[in-house]
């Protein structure tokens, strides 16, 4: 996927809008992929992302979470952490398929389908600079920022 355009397809986002890369093209993007709203891991990534976001927005790069939650469960994570950028809602896989990020875990034992939380850096282009799948959240959104700062 890297050195490849983004995969276009259009989502419902927080705050009554609508996003998709196309429309996104000429500003740098990250797209980061979570398993489930209000859950520790995703709860921890996300307030790393808005800790950080002053210093991705000075960099003119945007972050998007997506999952598969629906959007009023996206309105209370998002209202509930103060979170600065828009949740997109994936309920139909389309853009998780685009990404391939849909993956069989074990869960208590038994197999589930579900996210495998991973990240794209996506540059002013279209082009996905940069890949991280199966990410373990501690320092994740500072990795991320240092490779946005090369972009």
Not at 36 to 59: I, M, N, S, V, Y
Not at 94 to 123: M, P, W
Request: proline share 6%; hydrophobic share 40%; glycine share 10%.
């Amino acid at each position: 996927m890297e050195g490849k355009p983004v995969p276009d397809f259009t989502l419902p986002a927080t705050g009554g809008a609508s996003f998709s890369p196309q429309a996104a093209r000429g500003t740098p993007f990250v797209l980061y992929f979570y398993p489930k709203d209000a859950t520790p891991g995703c709860t921890t990534e996300a307030q790393q992302f808005r800790d950080l976001h002053g210093e991705f927005a000075r960099l003119g790069c945007a972050i998007f979470g997506i999952s598969r939650d629906s959007l009023a469960s996206h309105d209370k994570f998002k209202a509930k952490l103060g979170l600065p950028f828009e949740l997109l809602s994936d309920a139909d896989e389309t853009a998780c398929a685009q990404f391939g990020v849909i993956k069989l875990k074990n869960l208590y034992g038994k197999k589930v389908r579900g996210i495998e939380r991973s990240t794209f850096a996506i540059d002013a282009g279209g082009i996905v600079r940069r890949a991280w799948r199966g990410v373990k959240v501690p320092d994740h959104a500072a990795e991320v920022l240092a490779f946005v700062k090369t972009l």
